[in-house]
């Protein structure tokens, strides 16, 4: 299968500790983007890249969380200092685009992050 | 500032029913694509349908059918002779020359036997 692979696919983890999700993306694929969804809510986007260059962040994504993507393959996500709040899926997907052309968006099945 | 606004949160309908999914989008930009995806139970994001700005020529894929009104800032969504595995959530989506893509709250659909 050559799909968006992400793992793990739950952690549990208690509140002040730090977690990382890493994130497969389809290989010919050269845009890559994370997203939290919780609970009755729409993916809110989190940050994307393209290749290896991390070309937006949202907002509301506190200096806590941190995504890197080396070589334009990988990437991971990591939260520090988890809260309670930051429980939520966390979801990957990557999409094949240039300039002034937007692929859809391929999705992983998603990383499960319970904050205690 | 972009937006996705889809208005129903929940809509059940029974087996063989048609319905139409809304989606109402906000954008100052010129070019950009439009989505939808479904989202099972199981929980995986599936792409549905890409339309960009300049298209809008209705499309119909076996029971689903699209309508692209730029007038209206709509990109509403119809399944026809609805089915039980039609259950899901369904998002619509947005992306502009940002390349980022915003998601909708999404509409809850029970199809029921």
């Known amino acids: 299968d050559t799909g968006v692979s992400q793992n793990p696919r739950h952690k549990i983890t208690k509140r002040g500790q730090n977690v990382t999700f890493r994130c497969d993306p389809i290989?010919?694929?050269?845009?890559l983007y994370w997203y939290r969804q919780t609970l009755g809510q729409g993916p809110e986007f989190l940050t994307y890249?393209?290749?290896?260059?991390?070309?937006?962040k949202s907002r509301l994504l506190s200096d806590r969380f941190s995504a890197e993507r080396p070589k334009g393959s990988f990437s991971t996500l990591e939260i520090q200092r988890t809260e309670q709040g930051d429980s939520a899926m966390y979801l990957c997907?990557?999409?094949?685009?240039?300039?002034?052309?937007?692929?859809?968006?391929?999705f992983g099945e998603g990383s499960r992050l319970t904050v205690l | 500032a972009q937006k996705v606004t889809q208005a129903q949160t929940e809509i059940s309908v029974v087996e063989k029913e048609d319905v139409t999914l809304d989606c109402v989008y906000e954008?100052?930009?010129?070019?950009?694509?439009l989505f939808w995806y479904k989202q099972p139970p199981s929980g995986e994001l599936v792409f549905l349908i890409r339309?960009?700005?300049?298209?809008?020529q209705n499309e119909i894929s076996g029971r689903y059918s699209w309508n692209f009104q730029k007038s209206t800032s709509s990109f509403n969504f119809t399944i026809t002779a609805s089915q039980v595995v039609d259950s899901a959530v369904y998002f619509c989506?947005?992306?502009?020359?940002?390349?980022?893509?915003?998601f909708g709250a999404g509409t809850r659909l029970f199809v029921k036997a």
């Open positions: 290989s010919e694929h050269n845009r």
């Open positions: 890249f393209q290749n290896e260059a991390q070309l937006e």
């Open positions: 954008t100052r930009d010129t070019t950009y694509y």
């Open positions: 339309r960009n700005s300049f298209d809008e």
């Open positions: 997907a990557s999409s094949f685009g240039t300039s002034g052309i937007t692929g859809e968006l391929f």
């Open positions: 989506a947005l992306s502009s020359v940002g390349f980022k893509t915003i």
